[in-house]
């Protein structure tokens, strides 16, 4: 079919109206490429493929969440790199897409109904023990979680114990009798990302350490 008649039949006009009921964004792409065919045995096939998904949705829709491309982390993977949290937690979501779709298809159905249907959805890839992995592991973007390693919640648990040393230490020095006049307030905080504690002005050289800020009140934070 030649685009002067794809125009006058408003044709992408009926692709944009199609689109609005893709959920992903490969969808929407997949759509806007779709093209009239004139050859019978494709024309009927997918009409078969219409026929049982009208079918499918009159009996229950399945549940999507938006997927996004991921060509670039195939590339990643395909070359040996590594990929960052965000890139693994999105191809785990597709795992999960997958696994939840190949469960409403084959749950309870009678198959034979749906010959071309089942032709797609036997392809889904689906790996239960990748997602139990990544979910005893990344809580999210920013967090690991200390059962993503036996080595990782060791560190983790050494240095809580220094951080607690650290703070005991600061809390014996605020309190001293010794020291506790030199303090402005009985506080600990963190500045440069250390442990400090403030210490007045006019006391400064009287307490060993570095100074790592100075407030607009003017009192030094000290190791």
Same mark, same amino acid.
């Given at each position: 079919?030649?685009?002067?008649? %794809?125009?006058?039949?408003?044709?992408?006009?009926?692709?944009?109206?199609? =689109?609005?009921?893709?959920?992903?964004?490969?969808?929407?792409?997949?759509?806007?490429?779709?093209?009239?065919?004139?050859?019978?045995? &494709?024309?009927?096939?997918?009409?078969?493929?219409?026929?049982?998904?009208?079918?499918?949705?009159?009996?229950?829709?399945?549940?999507?969440?938006?997927?996004?491309?991921?060509?670039?982390?195939?590339?990643?993977?395909? =070359?040996?790199? !590594?990929?960052? %949290?965000?890139?693994?937690?999105?191809?785990?979501?597709?795992?999960? &897409?997958?696994?939840?779709?190949?469960?409403?298809?084959?749950?309870?159905?009678?198959?034979?109904?749906?010959? &071309?249907?089942? =032709?797609?959805?036997?392809?889904?890839?689906?790996?239960? !023990?990748?997602?139990?992995?990544?979910?005893? !592991? %990344?809580?999210?973007?920013?967090?690991?979680?200390?059962?993503?390693?036996?080595?990782?919640?060791?560190?983790?648990?050494?240095?809580?114990?220094?951080?607690?040393?650290?703070?005991?230490?600061?809390?014996?020095?605020?309190?001293?009798?010794?020291?506790?006049?030199?303090?402005?307030?009985?506080?600990?905080?963190?500045?440069?990302?250390?442990?400090?504690?403030?210490?007045?002005?006019?006391?400064? !050289?009287?307490?060993?350490?570095?100074?790592?800020?100075?407030?607009? =009140?003017?009192?030094?934070?000290?190791?």
């Amino acid at each position: 079919m030649n685009l002067k008649c %794809i125009e006058k039949l408003e044709y992408l006009t009926i692709l944009d109206k199609l =689109s609005t009921f893709c959920v992903t964004d490969l969808g929407k792409t997949l759509c806007y490429n779709l093209k009239p065919n004139c050859n019978r045995d &494709t024309v009927l096939k997918l009409l078969q493929e219409t026929l049982e998904a009208t079918l499918l949705l009159t009996e229950n829709a399945p549940y999507f969440v938006n997927i996004g491309n991921i060509d670039y982390i195939l590339k990643i993977l395909q =070359s040996d790199g !590594s990929l960052n %949290i965000a890139s693994i937690l999105q191809l785990t979501q597709i795992l999960k &897409t997958s696994a939840d779709l190949k469960n409403y298809f084959y749950n309870e159905r009678d198959i034979n109904k749906f010959p &071309t249907s089942d =032709s797609y959805f036997s392809k889904l890839y689906t790996n239960p !023990s990748i997602i139990k992995a990544v979910e005893n !592991s %990344i809580l999210d973007e920013n967090t690991i979680l200390d059962s993503a390693s036996s080595k990782l919640s060791s560190i983790r648990k050494e240095k809580k114990k220094l951080e607690d040393t650290i703070k005991d230490k600061l809390n014996g020095f605020i309190h001293s009798s010794t020291y506790s006049k030199y303090v402005q307030e009985s506080v600990i905080t963190i500045r440069n990302n250390r442990y400090v504690v403030p210490i007045k002005d006019e006391y400064r !050289s009287m307490v060993k350490g570095f100074i790592h800020d100075v407030s607009a =009140s003017r009192f030094y934070c000290f190791y």
